[in-house]
């Protein structure tokens, strides 16, 4: 459980560190995306959220539900700053860069693509640009 909650504060840390730093909307929507080339070495294993999940099938056990809400945090982190961007959709396409986001991690780490961060970042991006015209 600490572990968890170790990288769940060192990555909404990170994200925060590069939002304060960010003032363009459309960026700021994809801060997510554009610190995955330096979180995911750290990660060559996987998201540690959704291997711990795949073991904690009980749902009120404690490290489940940091799990659960490191997700949802992220969901709607896109969704705040897809509707602060004024984008179409924002609760949708916040859903679509939650996957993309996702498996972006598990096709670096399984499937040993080293620039799933940069494609899946260009495709976020795509989706946004899209939702805002």
């Given amino acids: 459980m600490t572990y968890l909650k170790t990288r ?5 840390e990170l994200i925060g560190t590069r939002l304060d730093a960010e003032a363009d909307p459309l960026r700021r929507a994809l801060v997510p995306f554009d610190v995955l080339p330096e979180w995911l070495p750290r990660s060559s294993r996987g998201c540690s959220f959704v291997n711990a999940f795949a073991e904690l ?51 670096y780490s399984i499937a040993d693509e080293s620039s799933a961060a940069s494609i899946t970042r260009a495709a976020a991006e795509a989706l946004v640009k899209q939702a805002l015209n």
């Fill in 57 to 107: 099938p009980e749902p009120d056990h404690p490290g489940r539900q940091l799990i659960v809400a490191e997700k949802q945090w992220l969901r709607d982190l896109f969704r705040d700053l897809l509707t602060e961007a004024g984008t179409k959709h924002p609760e949708d396409l916040a859903v679509q860069l939650l996957s993309l986001h996702e498996g972006a991690i598990v096709s």
């Fill in 8 to 12: 769940d504060q060192q990555w909404r």
